[in-house]
């Protein structure tokens, strides 16, 4: 069976760039009728949080894109460490009793590229077991070859064919000298143990599969099949970064700004892979059916934002239309968290009037709140009265516009048809252009002449609150 893992360090915030790795597996597995596993590589305490791992969890659990297996590679180190003397026993790796810091010192000496200390690669044996059992403490180290010409080979399902010669390769640590297992050592017994078939990760873990190529064999396990994907680039060119470029680069930042999750995924989707079609918004079924690593392209992809707009057009403009598609009733159940967490307690009836006003008006879902603030108000914020006042007219027409327009809402049905019909009857009556009887009923409920459609506004705002701000309107004219 198909089996590929998503690994996240619980170091920091889940970057957009780990997300997109772990739909392109999610995307893979479904895919292929596999199974997608969550595996935390918390071996690193100093550097885990418990912040850090909420974060993770809360920016998988709004992708909306359920695992199947979660592991904690914190609660696996004994078969990490197990492992890795099982290498030892076979005679494919040496302890090193170097000590860390003068390990280091001679890494970066004068001599070139650290490849292996020889006096800690040749020890005897019984040597070696001596000091040991001493209590010397000492790193495990992989004895990579060196008696041969070898070139390590795998095939990448994203870049090819790729190859290294053993000769450049270091002798790199399986446990360190507290028998703490290294990044390599416990990703790959975790990969072995866990069955996983397939690597698809970031190409900046390209240099190390060379490693595990031969941990895995040293392991006597089948190999996986292997695919980097591309880096996701600031616009300069640069690695996207947590430390460089800040909540841009946080999963959670798009949540808190009020992207859909299947918008947000379907906009990382297109981050370096292609339906090899022209088609851009696709639905989370149509992505699993065209999802394959022949779509997925070499070139690192750019993710387009800027200090003024720190959000990508593309992931803008795919949530706007996502929106758009979105049923009312479901629309209504994703603003309604939105406007009662700004503090404005709106029954589920008012917001369900609303979303088909506010639909295509709004990009992402906090837009609702200026969009349509005056909804949810008691009452409206200061506005100029001479806004009041519709073209070609006066404050005088004003008044006698909105008097009118008091008296006839007072005596029709709050419904969008009857509404209109009265309101356009009404204009009739005064002998002016609908217009000019609209707008100053626009500003007066709504405090602005930008709104949504005028009918629709009203019959949301209920005719208690409407004859109340005309009320008001009319008193700021007559006090100009």
Request: proline residues 5%.
């Amino acid at each position: 069976m198909l089996r590929v893992r998503f690994a996240p360090s619980p170091t920091g915030f889940l970057h957009i760039g780990s997300a997109r790795t772990f739909i392109f597996n999610w995307l893979y597995a479904r895919h292929n009728g596999g199974a997608m596993i969550l595996r935390i590589d918390d071996t690193d305490v100093e550097r885990n949080t418990a912040a850090s791992l909420e974060s993770i969890f809360e920016g998988l659990r709004w992708l909306d894109m359920a695992w199947d297996e979660e592991h904690h590679q914190s609660e696996r180190l004994a078969l990490h460490r197990e492992m890795a003397d099982a290498i030892f026993r076979k005679g494919l790796a040496y302890r090193d009793f170097t000590p860390a810091q003068a390990g280091e010192a001679e890494k970066s000496g004068a001599h070139g590229t650290w490849l292996f200390n020889p006096d800690m690669r040749e020890m005897p044996r019984e040597e070696s077991d001596r000091r040991a059992a001493a209590g010397e403490p000492f790193a495990l180290r992989f004895r990579v070859p060196r008696d041969i010409v070898r070139h390590v080979r795998f095939a990448d399902g994203v870049y090819g064919e790729q190859s290294k010669a053993t000769a450049d390769i270091e002798d790199f640590a399986l446990l360190r000298s507290d028998r703490m297992p290294t990044y390599h050592m416990a990703s790959c017994a975790d990969d072995a143990d866990l069955r996983i078939s397939h690597i698809i990760r970031g190409q900046d873990h390209l240099t190390n599969t060379f490693k595990h190529i031969l941990i895995f064999e040293a392991l006597g396990v089948e190999l996986p099949q292997f695919a980097h994907l591309p880096l996701l680039i600031a616009p300069d060119g640069t690695k996207l970064s947590k430390r460089r470029h800040g909540p841009v680069v946080s999963v959670t930042t798009y949540r808190d700004a009020g992207f859909l999750p299947h918008a947000f995924v379907n906009f990382l989707c297109l981050l370096g892979w292609s339906p090899k079609d022209d088609r851009e918004r696709m639905s989370r079924e149509e992505l699993i059916e065209a999802f394959s690593l022949e779509g997925i392209n070499r070139s690192n992809a750019v993710i387009n934002f800027s200090e003024e707009d720190p959000f990508d057009p593309k992931a803008v403009w795919l949530n706007a239309e996502s929106i758009r598609a979105m049923p009312v009733e479901e629309l209504a159940d994703r603003l309604a968290p939105v406007v009662r967490a700004a503090g404005f307690a709106v029954a589920r009836e008012q917001i369900v009037k609303i979303a088909p006003l506010v639909r295509e008006r709004i990009k992402l879902m906090r837009d609702v709140l200026a969009v349509a603030d005056f909804f949810f108000v008691k009452e409206l914020p200061p506005y100029d009265p001479a806004e009041l006042i519709p073209k070609k007219g006066d404050a005088a027409l004003a008044i006698k516009v909105l008097e009118e327009a008091q008296q006839t809402l007072a005596q029709t049905e709050f419904s969008h048809d009857a509404l209109e019909a009265a309101l356009r009857s009404a204009s009739g009556r005064l002998g002016i252009k609908a217009g000019q009887m609209f707008e100053p009923i626009r500003v007066a409920v709504c405090g602005r002449k930008t709104a949504p459609p005028l009918f629709g506004t009203l019959e949301a705002l209920g005719c208690e609150k409407c004859l109340h701000r005309i009320g008001q309107a009319i008193g700021k004219l007559q006090s100009l």
